[in-house]
Protein backbone atom coordinates (compact mmCIF):
# COMPACT_ATOMS: atom_id res chain seq x y z
CA UNK A 1 0.00 0.00 0.00
CA UNK A 2 2.91 2.61 1.03
CA UNK A 3 4.35 1.64 -2.12
CA UNK A 4 0.70 3.02 -4.36
CA UNK A 5 0.66 6.01 -2.48
CA UNK A 6 4.60 7.28 -2.21
CA UNK A 7 3.59 10.10 -4.60
CA UNK A 8 1.22 11.55 -2.32
CA UNK A 9 3.23 10.96 0.84
CA UNK A 10 6.68 12.43 -0.16
CA UNK A 11 3.95 15.28 -1.87
CA UNK A 12 2.38 16.30 1.54
CA UNK A 13 6.32 15.92 3.45
CA UNK A 14 7.62 18.24 0.81
CA UNK A 15 4.73 20.94 1.57
CA UNK A 16 5.18 20.07 5.30
CA UNK A 17 8.79 21.19 5.35
CA UNK A 18 8.14 24.21 2.44
CA UNK A 19 5.61 25.69 4.60
CA UNK A 20 7.93 25.47 7.90
CA UNK A 21 10.78 27.54 5.29
CA UNK A 22 7.56 30.21 4.80
CA UNK A 23 8.17 32.93 6.56
CA UNK A 24 5.70 35.82 5.99
CA UNK A 25 7.55 38.08 8.12
CA UNK A 26 9.41 41.10 6.16
CA UNK A 27 13.01 41.88 6.90
CA UNK A 28 11.80 44.86 8.71
CA UNK A 29 9.78 43.01 11.57
CA UNK A 30 13.13 41.74 12.46
CA UNK A 31 15.13 44.19 14.70
CA UNK A 32 18.42 44.23 16.06
CA UNK A 33 19.47 45.05 20.00
CA UNK A 34 22.12 47.95 20.92
CA UNK A 35 23.57 48.20 23.97
CA UNK A 36 25.11 50.34 26.08
CA UNK A 37 28.93 50.13 26.00
CA UNK A 38 29.76 52.96 28.29
CA UNK A 39 29.99 57.25 28.86
CA UNK A 40 32.70 59.08 27.79
CA UNK A 41 32.67 62.66 29.90
CA UNK A 42 35.34 65.62 29.00
CA UNK A 43 37.79 65.61 32.06
CA UNK A 44 37.22 69.49 32.81
CA UNK A 45 33.80 69.68 32.93
CA UNK A 46 32.65 73.09 33.97
CA UNK A 47 31.04 75.96 32.02
CA UNK A 48 33.07 79.07 32.40
CA UNK A 49 33.95 82.57 31.34
CA UNK A 50 37.45 83.77 29.85
CA UNK A 51 37.70 87.69 30.96
CA UNK A 52 41.08 89.58 29.69
CA UNK A 53 40.30 91.88 32.40
CA UNK A 54 39.53 90.26 35.36
CA UNK A 55 37.50 93.17 36.91
CA UNK A 56 35.11 91.45 34.48
CA UNK A 57 34.39 88.63 36.03
CA UNK A 58 32.35 90.52 38.25
CA UNK A 59 31.23 93.37 35.99
CA UNK A 60 27.17 92.80 35.20
CA UNK A 61 28.08 93.10 31.61
CA UNK A 62 29.96 89.85 31.93
CA UNK A 63 28.38 88.37 28.57
CA UNK A 64 29.34 91.83 26.61
CA UNK A 65 32.97 91.54 27.87
CA UNK A 66 33.91 87.99 28.57
CA UNK A 67 34.24 85.11 26.42
CA UNK A 68 31.60 81.81 27.37
CA UNK A 69 32.87 78.72 26.86
CA UNK A 70 30.26 75.76 27.36
CA UNK A 71 31.79 72.11 28.60
CA UNK A 72 31.64 69.66 26.14
CA UNK A 73 28.86 67.60 26.89
CA UNK A 74 29.32 63.79 27.66
CA UNK A 75 28.43 60.95 25.09
CA UNK A 76 27.18 57.17 25.76
CA UNK A 77 28.17 54.75 23.47
CA UNK A 78 26.25 52.18 21.78
CA UNK A 79 26.89 48.92 20.23
CA UNK A 80 24.81 47.03 17.56
CA UNK A 81 24.76 43.28 17.51
CA UNK A 82 25.61 43.45 13.77
CA UNK A 83 28.33 46.09 14.67
CA UNK A 84 26.94 48.84 14.38
CA UNK A 85 28.02 51.35 16.41
CA UNK A 86 25.96 54.75 17.99
CA UNK A 87 26.46 57.85 20.22
CA UNK A 88 24.37 59.88 21.65
CA UNK A 89 25.04 63.16 23.69
CA UNK A 90 23.75 64.02 26.83
CA UNK A 91 20.41 66.09 26.64
CA UNK A 92 19.81 65.00 23.16
CA UNK A 93 17.30 62.79 21.97
CA UNK A 94 18.85 61.56 18.90
CA UNK A 95 21.47 58.60 18.17
CA UNK A 96 24.11 58.55 15.62
CA UNK A 97 25.14 55.44 14.48
CA UNK A 98 27.20 54.33 11.64
CA UNK A 99 27.22 50.79 10.09
CA UNK A 100 30.91 48.96 10.06
CA UNK A 101 31.94 50.71 6.28
CA UNK A 102 31.07 54.00 8.21
CA UNK A 103 28.14 54.88 6.55
CA UNK A 104 25.78 56.87 8.74
CA UNK A 105 22.37 55.58 10.08
CA UNK A 106 19.51 57.58 9.45
CA UNK A 107 16.97 58.41 12.99
CA UNK A 108 14.06 56.36 10.92
CA UNK A 109 16.08 53.58 9.63
CA UNK A 110 17.33 53.26 13.30
CA UNK A 111 14.12 52.94 14.74
CA UNK A 112 12.54 50.41 12.75
CA UNK A 113 15.37 48.31 12.58
CA UNK A 114 16.96 48.30 16.02
CA UNK A 115 16.40 49.36 19.55
CA UNK A 116 18.08 49.68 22.87
CA UNK A 117 18.44 46.87 25.08
CA UNK A 118 17.51 47.51 28.63
CA UNK A 119 17.94 50.87 28.59
CA UNK A 120 16.00 54.02 28.01
CA UNK A 121 17.21 56.73 25.53
CA UNK A 122 17.44 60.04 27.52
Known amino acids: MFYKHWKKI ?6 FFWNGCNNNSSSSDVTIACTFRGGVCPDYGVDFYYCENPEDYDSPNKDEKCT ?5 PCL ?4 CEDETS ?10 TCFDTL ?3 ITEDE ?6 VENESIH
Not at 10 to 15: G, N, Q, V, W
Not at 68 to 72: C, E, M, P, Q, V
Not at 87 to 94: L, N
Open 10 to 15: ALAFAA
Open 102 to 104: GNR
Open 86 to 95: CEIYEDETTM
Open 76 to 79: DYYE
Open 68 to 72: FYSRL
Open 110 to 115: FKSKYY
